[in-house]
C-alpha cells in the first residue's frame, strides 16, 4: 500500500517535471529562433517609410531610402553573379560630363559588382582614360553626329535597341540607361536591378495625373489621355534586362519614326514615348526621385539622399557653342 503511494507521488512529479521541461525547452526555442531573425528583421525594418508611397497599385516596389537591405540584396546579385552595363551618350560638347560621371560611378554606382560602362560618343577621342576598379570596363562606341538636340536625345532608343542585339545580350543582365550630364553623389546599387524600371521624375511627383506633362496630342503615337497615366517617368533614367530594354527601345523608335513621318514630335521628345511604354507597359520597379535628383527643385523632406544628381551647366555654352 504505502509502495503504492509512493509510486503515485512519483508519477505526478515526472508529469510535472515533463511539462517544465518541455515549457523550458519551447522558451529556449522561441529564443533560439528570436536570436535568429532578430537582426535581420529588425535592420530591414529599421527606416520602414511611411511618409511615401512604396508599392504600386501593380505590386512594384518604389525604392525609397529604408526600404530594402543591401547586404541582403547585394549576396543574392553576387550569387547569381550579375553584371550590369550602363549606357551614357556624350555627343558634341557633351564629352565634358563623361570624366567626371565615370569618376563618381567608380565611387558609388554598383561598388562590388560587374559593371561595363557603354559610353556613345561622336569624339571618341575626347574620351579620356580612366582608371576603373577590379571587374569594371569602359567600351567607347562611335555614333553619328545629330544636328537637332531633339535627334540626340532620342536616337539613344535606336542605338540602345541596335546595340542590345549586338552586344549587350552577349556581355551583360541588366541595362541601366541614363543622362550623361549627372554625378553620383550616394550609393546606387542593385536594388535599382529588375525586369524593367522607371524613375520618378523629380519635378512631376506628387504632381496630379491630368496635370503630367504627358503628350497630349491624339495624333501622336505618345498619346495619353488626360485621364490616363499614373506616374510620369524620367527619360534620364531607365532599366531592366536586355529583352525589356529591347521591346522598350524597340516601341519608342518605332513610334518616333511613325511620328516623324506625320510630321509630328512629341512634347518631351524620347520621355514622352517612354511614357507612353510604361504606361502600358507597366515597370516591375520603380526607383524613386533619390535616383534622378536636380537641386532646382530644392531639398524636401522626404528626400532622406540624393544619388544622381544633375549638373549644373550652362544651357548656352553648352548647348549652341560648337
Ligand atoms: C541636348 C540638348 C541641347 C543640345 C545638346 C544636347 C545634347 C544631349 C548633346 O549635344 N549631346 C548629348 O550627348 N546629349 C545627350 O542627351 C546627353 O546624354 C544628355 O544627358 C542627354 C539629354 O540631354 P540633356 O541632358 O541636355 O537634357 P535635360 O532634359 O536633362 O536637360
Ligand atoms: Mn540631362
Not at 63 to 81: C, D, E, K, M, P
Not at 123 to 133: F, K, M, T
Not at 220 to 232: L, V
Amino acid at each position: 500500500m504505502s509502495i503504492n503511494r509512493a509510486e503515485k507521488i512519483c508519477w505526478k512529479k515526472c508529469w510535472i517535471l515533463n511539462y517544465v521541461l518541455a515549457f523550458l525547452l519551447f522558451t529556449i526555442w522561441c529564443f533560439s529562433m528570436m536570436w535568429r531573425w532578430h537582426p535581420v528583421v529588425v535592420y530591414a525594418c529599421k527606416e520602414q517609410r511611411s511618409d511615401v508611397l512604396i508599392l504600386s497599385p501593380w505590386l512594384a516596389p518604389i525604392v525609397w531610402n529604408g526600404t530594402y537591405n543591401s547586404v541582403i540584396l547585394n549576396a543574392q546579385f553576387h550569387q547569381r553573379n550579375v553584371r550590369v552595363g550602363i549606357t551614357v551618350f556624350a555627343t558634341k560638347k557633351y564629352t565634358i560630363f563623361v570624366q567626371n560621371f565615370i569618376d563618381t560611378a567608380e565611387k558609388y554606382f554598383m561598388v562590388g559588382h560587374k559593371v561595363t560602362y557603354y559610353v556613345f560618343t561622336d569624339r571618341v577621342s575626347d574620351i579620356p582614360a580612366i582608371d576603373l576598379r577590379e571587374g569594371r570596363h569602359l567600351v567607347v562606341l562611335q555614333v553619328p553626329t545629330y544636328q537637332r538636340w531633339q535627334d540626340v536625345s532620342m536616337r539613344r532608343m535606336e542605338m540602345i535597341r541596335h546595340t542590345s542585339q549586338e552586344r549587350f545580350i552577349n556581355e551583360v543582365d541588366y541595362l541601366v540607361c541614363v543622362d550623361v550630364d549627372m554625378i553620383f553623389s550616394d550609393e546606387i546599387g542593385v536594388e535599382i536591378l529588375s525586369n524593367l524600371v522607371g524613375t520618378l521624375h523629380p519635378g512631376m511627383f506628387s504632381v496630379p495625373r491630368e496635370s503630367c506633362t504627358y503628350e497630349r496630342n491624339p495624333q501622336s503615337e505618345a498619346y495619353i489621355p488626360t485621364d490616363d497615366g499614373d506616374f510620369y517617368y524620367a527619360g534620364g533614367f531607365f532599366g531592366g534586362t536586355i529583352e525589356e530594354i529591347y521591346k522598350l527601345t524597340n516601341f519608342c523608335h518605332n513610334a518616333m519614326m511613325a511620328d516623324q513621318a506625320k510630321n509630328i514630335e512629341a512634347i518631351w521628345h524620347d520621355e514622352s514615348y517612354l511614357n507612353k511604354y510604361l504606361l502600358y507597359h507597366k515597370p516591375t520597379k520603380i526607383l524613386s526621385p533619390e535616383y534622378l535628383w536636380d537641386d532646382d527643385f530644392g531639398r524636401p523632406d522626404y528626400l532622406k539622399r540624393r544619388r544622381f544628381l544633375a549638373v549644373r551647366k550652362n544651357h548656352y555654352q553648352i548647348r549652341n557653342r560648337r
